[in-house]
């Protein structure tokens, strides 16, 4: 038996049929951990949807904004619908659509398995969190994202503020924490969160740091293995793990065996397509309407 991290899937079906060849994976013996963000852009994402969800006794999936984005705009009117890229429309008006979405609202926004040592996000941690409030926070969002007001909650989750604190109720609470989990690239000390900033460690402003190497954040008994940020490419130290390797911009997908006894990643090439060139740094960040944002990374 061996437990696989895969990184960011983005819609790369072929690319993770590869993959999953590569790696032997054995539905009846391995199991695998999808690291979040598993549609948009890459142009197949019903077919690496359905993949997924084909293989949901046997695997654990976290939500990415990618993930998150695509429930928000099924909640809206076919037009708005029909203003998202092709690739999401494939999703959205897709015969089995209402089965797959309602599994993937379903999902967690941390994985944690404690006996194996390891905890999976899509994008990062507030500094102050250990990995158990790490979890207490996840598990809050999570008790309303499955609920039956979720809806709520996927209209309201959008927008760059509030900054994180424990004082935090409501709708601000939960958008903050949704924030973290799969936004989160840089920060400061205190966490606020460097949305604009989404290129490789050295190209961000003084004074913010990646969110793993933030000076004094709190101790973390578990290994974590990640995803989100393309820029940064495969990362392993002090206990991260970041895998998304820009499979979807002529990247590499990585998968990472989580029960090795030394570090064993196995990687197959992404798509041909060249990744956007980076904004500037300096540029403010602005929103977009939830049915045309679709965040990098």
């Known amino acids: ?42 142009g ?13 006794e046997v695997s654990h999936t976290v939500l990415g904004n990618h993930d998150l984005s695509l429930l928000a705009v099924a909640e809206r ?12 429309q494939g999703v959205l008006f897709a015969p089995d659509a209402a089965e797959l979405l309602a599994w993937l609202r379903k999902r967690k926004l941390c994985h944690v398995d404690r006996s194996l040592g390891w905890m999976m996000i899509h994008a990062g941690l ?13 598990r809050e969002v999570e008790s309303r994202l499955h609920g039956d007001n ?29 924030n973290i989990f799969t936004r989160m690239r840089y920060c400061s000390p205190r966490g606020r969160i ?6 490789p460690p050295g190209s961000q402003l003084p004074g913010l740091y990646p969110w793993f190497s933030v000076p004094g954040h709190a101790a973390r008994d578990l290994k974590i293995v990640c995803g989100h940020w393309s820029a940064l490419g495969l990362h392993i130290g002090s206990g991260i793990h970041a895998i998304d390797t820009g499979a979807v911009w002529s990247g590499k997908l990585t998968a990472l065996q989580l029960d090795a006894e030394s570090l064993n990643v ?16 300096h540029a403010k960040y602005k929103q977009p309407h939830p049915s045309q944002r679709q965040n990098g990374g």
């Open 126 to 138: 507030a500094p102050r969190w250990t990995t158990f409030l790490a979890e207490k926070h996840a």
């Open 266 to 281: 196995v990687q197959v090439p992404g798509r041909d397509v060249p990744a956007p060139m980076p904004k500037q740094r």
């Open 44 to 56: 197949q994402s019903i077919e690496t949807l359905r993949l997924v969800h084909s293989l949901r």
């Open 77 to 88: 009117t076919p037009e708005e619908q029909r203003r998202v890229n092709a690739d999401l």
């Open 150 to 178: 979720y809806r709520r909650l996927l209209r309201n989750m959008y927008g760059d503020s509030p900054e994180w604190s424990p004082r935090l109720q409501g709708l601000e609470r939960d958008r903050a924490i949704i």
């Open 194 to 199: 460097a949305f604009e900033h989404k290129g």
């Open 1 to 42: 038996m061996a437990v696989w991290a895969i990184g960011d899937l983005q819609g790369c079906y072929d690319v993770t049929q590869r993959l999953l060849e590569k790696i032997r994976f054995d539905p009846a013996a391995d199991r695998l951990w999808f690291c979040g963000d598993l549609v948009n852009r890459g």
